[in-house]
Each structure stands twice: as C-alpha cells, then as structure tokens.
C-alpha cells in the first residue's frame, strides 16, 4: 500500500495524579487507520480535548514512539527506514500545527522559514530559483511576498502565520500533511481561506491531509472521511456525510447535541416558555451582597 497505515497503535503515559501507585493510561488505544496517497483524500479526525489526537499526530510524524503497534510508510515501518528513507519521510510528510510559533524562529525573519527548507532538501540550485520556488509558494496561498518575507513573526496576523505554513507545505510539495488543529486559532473569514487552500492542495497537487480537529463544523467543511475518537478509540468512522448526519455512536451524537446553535432564540427558548423554571432557578442561586469597594463612588 502507497500511504501511512497505522496498526494497532497504543500509547500510555503514566498518569500524574497516579504517579505514585504506577498506575498508567492509555491515551491512544488500539488505533488503526490508514492514509491513502492515490487518490488524494482528506481524513478528519474528530474529538474533544485530550481525546489522543495530538499523540496520533505525534506518532505518525515520528516525534513519539508508540508504546506499541506499528507505523508503516508506504509498507516499511517508520523506525526501520535508512537515513535517507526517513529525510524522504520526512519531506512527504509535512505537519501544520496549531501556533506555528514553535517552527518559526523569534529571532529570524520570515524568509528564513523558506531558505532553511529550501537548503535542506535541496530544493533550488541557485538563488534566484529558489527566489521564483517561495515566490510561486506565497502566490498559492494567497501572500505577497512583500507582506511577509522580510517580517519577523510577530510582526505577522496569526492567519498570515499558518498561510506562511502552508506556502512552506507548497515549497516542499509533500504527499502528506498532518494538520493538528490548524484553524482552532483563526477568526472564522481566515479560516475558510485556509481550509480552500488545503482543498486546493489536495485538487491540484494530489496532497492527502489528515486533519485533527475538536470542531466538527470544520470537518463538515472540509469533507471527505472521517474517524471519531474518544478516550484514544476510534470509535466511529465513515464519510462526513453519513457520520455527521446519521450518527450511529453515542460519542458521535453527544458532539454534534453539544454544537452550539447561533440562534439566540434557540438558546433562550426554554427559559422564556418555562416561567416555573425560572422560579426554580432564583430559588436556587444564591443571593450575592453588593459588595462595597473601599474608595468607590
Ligand atoms: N507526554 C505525556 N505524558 C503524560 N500524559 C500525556 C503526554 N502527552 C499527552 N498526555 C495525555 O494524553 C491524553 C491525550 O492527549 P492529546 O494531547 O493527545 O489529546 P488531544 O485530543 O490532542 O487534546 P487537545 O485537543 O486538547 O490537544 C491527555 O490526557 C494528555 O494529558
């Protein structure tokens, strides 16, 4: 198989509050999946916090070993690849994370970003072409170069940051990325530009993406498959389509039940039609003193 297969993938740590008794937890639990690269697809994969998301991102980019279970690239498992298998590795398969801010450099321009990834994969043979290579990287992700390249990152949008990842993703035209809550940071304009760029990538560059999210709006968004994780299982898959709309597992229902509605009749609905609940609820708050601030007026 042409991809990333994950096979039975487990992951403990030790527990902090039980660290003293030994006990362990299994963050990830008996996870398997694969990413295909023929056909290009985009894979969700969905859950609340602490769910084992970000430790499956981990493990497949090779920064965790699991405790067990394997990691195959393309047949060949991760941590038995040659040198020269694992750069390949790890050009095809490029992470996006959350806050960039732990690939960018504080201390260095933006165009540094480029130069380091340009030098290390060899990318260019001279200056001037790897001038055109980032260029034609900022042009796909919607940047001038002007607006970014001679900034240091602090001086950029936290959208012109993760728009910066992506035109490094074009630069190194991977097989592969491992978006861990990409947009969980962006207002909601910055984020459907972000995720048409990676419908692009996936169109017109044959990229695979899986991408982890809490947020199954997003998700819906993006389309394509889709996997549910709770407590480190997966415990429902299938196309966004079925998953979303007919959900089969409790899991499942609970998170779309707790999508909140942007229908402020909605919200107040029960409480305007409910006057007795309304009692119920003063006889229960406790009444608050106001509280005087020495010096106030
Ligand atoms: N290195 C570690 N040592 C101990 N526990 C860890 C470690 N890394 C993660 N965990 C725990 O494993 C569980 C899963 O964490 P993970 O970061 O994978 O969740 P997540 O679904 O990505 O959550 P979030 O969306 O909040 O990032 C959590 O309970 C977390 O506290």
């Known amino acids: ?25 299994k963050a990830v639990d008996n996870v398997s999946f694969s990413l295909d ?12 916090s602490g ?5 499956i991102a981990r493990i497949i980019l090779g920064l965790q070993k699991p405790t067990s279970g394997s990691v195959t690239y393309n047949g060949k498992d991760i941590y038995k690849l040659s040198s020269k298998e694992y750069d390949i590795y790890r ?26 990834a340009i030098n290390k994969f060899k990318l260019a043979s001279s200056k001037q072409k790897g001038l055109a290579l980032i260029e034609e990287a900022l042009q796909a992700v919607d940047l001038r170069p002007e607006d970014v390249l001679k900034r240091y990152p602090h001086q950029l949008s936290g959208g012109q940051r993760q728009r ?4 490094r993703v074009h630069l190194l ?9 990409p947009v969980s940071m962006l207002d909601a ?23 982890i999210t809490h947020d199954l709006s997003t998700a819906y968004y993006v389309g394509g498959e889709i996997m549910v994780i709770s407590r480190g299982q997966i415990v429902e898959r299938g196309s966004v389509d079925t998953v979303l709309v007919q959900p089969s597992h409790p899991y499942t229902q609970m998170l779309l039940a707790s999508v ?3 229908d402020p009749d909605a919200r107040w609905h029960e409480k305007t039609e409910s006057p007795l609940k309304q009692e119920e609820e003063k006889a229960v708050i406790p009444q608050i003193p106001d509280l005087e601030v020495p010096g106030s007026i």
């Open 189 to 211: 304009a910055v984020r459907v530009l972000f995720l048409n760029i990676l419908l692009d990538f996936k169109q017109k560059y044959g990229m695979t993406t899986l991408f």
């Open 1 to 25: 198989m042409q991809g990333i297969e994950l096979d039975n993938i487990t992951q403990t740590f030790r527990g902090a509050a039980m660290r003293s008794t030994g006990s362990e937890f």
């Open 260 to 262: 909140p509605v942007p």
């Open 37 to 48: 690269a023929d056909p290009p697809q985009i894979v969700s994969l969905v859950g609340q």
């Open 164 to 167: 910066v990842m992506l035109a």
């Open 91 to 116: 050009r095809e398969v490029q992470p996006v994370f959350q806050d960039p801010y732990g690939i960018f450099n504080p201390f260095y321009r933006v165009d540094r970003v480029f130069w380091t």
């Open 51 to 55: 769910s084992g998301k970000s430790t």
């Open 173 to 181: 035209q991977p097989k592969f990325i491992i978006a861990d809550e």
